[in-house]
């Protein structure tokens, strides 16, 4: 796989400094993620925890959410930012609203709160075989 770029780390860097504003006062675990729609725009989100614990959203929807009633429909890259010791990989429902909006070739950027590491992967590799009409 090929070497993270600098637009790649940058937008790791916007999701990394999305994550502060995360409000997870029950979980205490900020997640931050920056998607970069097709015209160039960028949208980022942190999760938004609720006291009814089921209706939190997560960073990777805030950032989709955000982009898409601004009107985006098509993205090109997500980076997503959580996590110390191990990175947050999306969860399985932010996988299949990510589908709606991303081809399978999309990038996914994967990277702990801080560090060096960054696990680039696909869209196609972290959702095979997601839910299609
Ligand atoms: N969370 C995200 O925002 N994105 C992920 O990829 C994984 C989990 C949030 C949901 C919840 O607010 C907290 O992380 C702990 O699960």
């Not at 994550?19 to 725009?41: Q, R």
């Not at 702990?112 to 680039?120: A, Q, S």
Request: proline share 5%; net charge positive.
């Amino acid at each position: 796989m090929e070497r993270t770029s600098e637009w790649e780390r940058e937008l790791v860097g916007m999701a990394r400094t999305a994550a502060k504003e995360a409000y997870c006062p029950y979980s205490h675990y900020p997640v931050g993620a920056a998607v970069l729609a097709e015209d160039g725009t960028v949208f980022t989100g942190c999760n938004v925890e609720n006291v009814s614990y089921g209706l939190s959203n997560c960073a990777e929807r805030t950032a989709i959410f955000k982009a898409v009633s601004e009107g985006r429909r098509a993205f090109s890259a997500i980076a997503i930012a959580g996590g110390t010791k191990s990175p947050a990989f999306p969860c399985g429902a932010c996988r299949q609203v990510l589908a709606e909006f991303c081809r399978p070739e999309t990038v996914v950027l994967i990277a702990t709160l801080r560090g060096r590491k960054i696990i680039r992967t696909t869209l196609r590799e972290l959702l095979p075989f997601g839910f299609t009409l």
